[in-house]
């Protein structure tokens, strides 16, 4: 009995040592899945992360620092636009912006010309350039406009960045494919999301230098002289009069001037008509005149009446 009851004890322990030595070999393979599965995803949980811990400060960042783009318009008055220009240029210059475009108009007797520059400004030198502006001339029609595109740009930087994961992963694809066809579609896939890439890239990057340096569009212009009403004595009267007697001549005088080559073409075309017109003329007359001496004296004879044959009676 002690012999059986021995067996039955060895053969208990034997049969769990057997159950534990399984479990455990079971719990290993577990570990090892996971570890694996962990290892592969390490990269992707990694970047999220690095994406999730770097978001809310680039949130609070874009929150505290607004993305707006400031464009303006305004007319300078100043005695001698075509010389005030070049001093605009030198003002944009020394607050640390650019001169985009530049037309002139020169002076000339009738007008002192005009100018129109396009500056780019930073945008926290915009109204210190307009204060120096004022000091150039008399600014009018001032037109400030600012857009806010502080969503766009936050919408932008998370496509970058979004797109930025995935251009590794597809280039991290490609340096583990084994077969020609496979590595054609994944050159193809990442061609594609690079040239999306560069596309938001250069789009944000135009917001960017929008918002650094504002857009002003500076007008030059000589101030309106104003003509006075009416003379206002008898010898203003008399200047004005002889003033628009002056004009008037001188009108005449253009209009002469413009009209003497038709008027001497149309002499030379008149002289030949008139020629022909007179000798016509005298032509019809010479033979009218001929016409009536010759015939006039018969016509009297036979109308006049006959003598008698004879003596007068009674002689």
Known sequence: M?????????????????????SSSQADGAVGTV??????QAPEEAAAQDAGAADPAALSATATDRQVITTGDLTLVTDRPATTVTEVVSLVERVG??????????????????????????????TATIDGLREL??????????????????????????QRISVARMEDVLSRVTTTSDLVAVEDALRQRQSDLEAMVAERDRIADQVALSTLSIRLTAPSVVEPAGPGSFGTAVVAGWRSLVGALGSFALVLGVML?????????????????RQRRRRTLVAAASGAQDPAAPSSLAGAPSAPPYGPIGG
């Open 137 to 162: 001339g008399t600014v009018s029609n001032l037109t400030l406009d600012a857009q806010d595109v502080t969503a766009t740009a936050q919408d932008l930087d998370a496509r970058i960045a979004a």
């Open 35 to 40: 570890v694996q599965d962990s290892a592969a």
């Open 261 to 277: 080559p038709w008027l001497v073409f149309l002499a030379l075309l008149a002289t030949p008509l008139v020629l022909l017109a």
């Open 97 to 126: 912006g650019r001169v985009d475009s530049r037309t002139e108009t020169a002076a000339t007797q009738d007008s002192p010309g005009s100018a129109l520059v396009t500056a780019r400004v930073p945008s926290d030198q915009v």
């Open 2 to 22: 002690r012999l059986v009851g021995l067996l039955a004890t060895v053969a208990v322990l034997t049969a769990g040592c057997s159950a534990e030595s399984g």
